[in-house]
């Protein structure tokens, strides 16, 4: 698939990425995996406690890794739980943690025959990585593999975000 065609099964908007209806939103969460602020105490309030139940029998998850679970009341089949990086100064190795977390998230959506997926901005909250580099590491990475999705979506918090995502894909796909 070309470049173009690939650009083409992004988009962006602005909202609450737990009222999505998509095979999978991807949840922001920590090493606990057991549910924490921002995105991550969204989904896990919107999901319902049965999700902290099956979160408890996982083990956590390292930086950069991702692990799956139903979306129980979610209209989302799947939540992709990931951790991105804290952001460090960006000598730390954030980078590429950030890239893994978008990569494996998107691996194991893949596995799960998953077609339409949502991202919020990770690690770009409380973790402080700096906008403008996550969202390029983000749009890289979809465009990886975008060709096996029908819809990768950027769920953005404010319109502020989303016009980053907006400008980071105009540089990228023209
Ligand atoms: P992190 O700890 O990885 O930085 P945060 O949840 O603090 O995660 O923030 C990640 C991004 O998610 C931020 O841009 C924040 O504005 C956004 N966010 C917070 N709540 C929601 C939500 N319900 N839907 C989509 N994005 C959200």
New binding site residues.
Partial sequence: MNRKDACSRLSVCT????RLEVDAVVN?A?NSLLG????????HKAAGPELLDLARTLGGCPTGEARVTPGFRLPARWIIHTV?PVWRGGTQGEPELLRRAYRNSLQLALDKGVRTIAF??????????P?VPAARIAVESALEVAAQFERILF????ER?EAVYRQVIEELCT
């Fill in positions: 909202g609450d990425i737990t922001a920590n924490g602020g921002g995105v991550d105490g969204a989904i991105g919020p901005a990770i690690s770009t909250g409380v973790y402080g990585y906008k769920c953005t918090y404010s975000d």
